[in-house]
């Protein structure tokens, strides 16, 4: 394993386990963003749902769990992006829920939806250049084909 720099302290295990996480985000938001655009923001909202379980149920495994690939630096600030994630999940899907409740056109929940889910994936993509993983991913782009 490589030593890690004072400025960062995540080993190259780290980052790779980081970007992972940061990757499954992102293939949820392209899946959000697919089923949103074929049937709608409300129906989209399970793929947050499920994205909001995932983190919750690795961040749990996480507090169980010891690896000797990942330090405890790794391990801890996966659980915070992990619980970060979850609680995004978990708003979204109060404003998605607000949008169904209120008479706004389906073209404007669109709208709505598809900009709340592009700033996730800018969060994500944030977190990638702070935590010094962005050489672990490729850039992500969501596509808005319908």
């Known amino acids: 394993m490589g030593k890690s720099s004072a400025s960062n302290p ?3 295990d780290d980052r790779r386990f980081l970007a992972a996480i940061v990757h499954q985000v992102w293939r949820a938001c392209q899946a959000f963003v697919t089923v949103a655009v074929e049937r709608g923001p409300s129906e989209a909202r399970y793929t947050l ?3 909001g379980d995932w983190a919750g149920a690795q961040r749990r495994l996480l507090a169980q769990r010891r690896t ?3 330090t405890a630096a790794g391990l801890r600030v996966g659980r915070d992006l992990l619980e970060d994630v979850d609680s995004i999940c978990r708003r979204m899907g109060h404003i998605l829920g607000g949008l169904d409740r209120a008479s706004v056109s389906p073209e404007k929940a669109e709208e709505v939806a ?3 889910i592009e ?3 800018g969060w994500t993509s944030l977190m990638a250049s702070q935590l ?5 991913l490729r850039p992500q782009m969501l596509e808005f084909e319908g």
Not at 132 to 136: C, D, K, L, N, P
Request: without cysteine; negative net charge.
């Open 114 to 116: 598809l900009a709340l």
């Open 68 to 70: 000797r690939d990942v």
């Open 119 to 121: 700033g996730v994936v």
């Open 10 to 12: 995540l080993t190259p």
């Open 49 to 51: 749902d499920e994205l």
């Open 132 to 136: 010094g993983i962005t050489r672990h």
